[in-house]
């Protein structure tokens, strides 16, 4: 017996869901559980649990067109850079901190 799965039809489309149902869908899942809510509207577990960790990583942006969601993106970047620079200078000014203290003066 052999355990592939059959290919679907070239005429059968891919179905598509707008964000409003996306967002219900993970509400519904947190309260009924990921299986039942999978269940009852008629999607796969898996694309559930995908919505949720969207849902977590992006909060409000999550589902919106990559054109909007690319601003927010670019922003957090400039801001996790900007972090990084803050963090190296903090460092540098322990250092010497630590050096003018040290040295007999």
């Not at 995908?50 to 849902?55: L, Q, R």
């Not at 990559?66 to 922003?75: I, M, P, Q």
Request: proline fraction near 5%; glycine fraction near 6%; aromatic fraction near 6%.
């Amino acid at each position: 017996m052999s355990t592939k799965k059959p290919t679907p039809p070239a005429s059968a489309k891919r179905r598509s869901f707008d964000a409003d149902f996306k967002r219900q869908a993970v509400g519904l899942a947190r309260q009924l559980g990921f299986r039942q809510a999978a269940s009852d509207l008629g999607v796969s577990e898996g694309n559930l649990r995908n919505w949720a960790d969207t849902v977590d990583r992006l909060g409000t942006q999550a589902f919106l067109p990559a054109s909007v969601r690319t601003d927010v993106s670019a922003e957090l970047r400039r801001a996790q850079e900007e972090i990084r620079i803050l963090k190296m200078e903090r460092d540098i000014l322990k250092k010497a901190a630590a050096l003018f203290a040290r040295s007999p003066g």
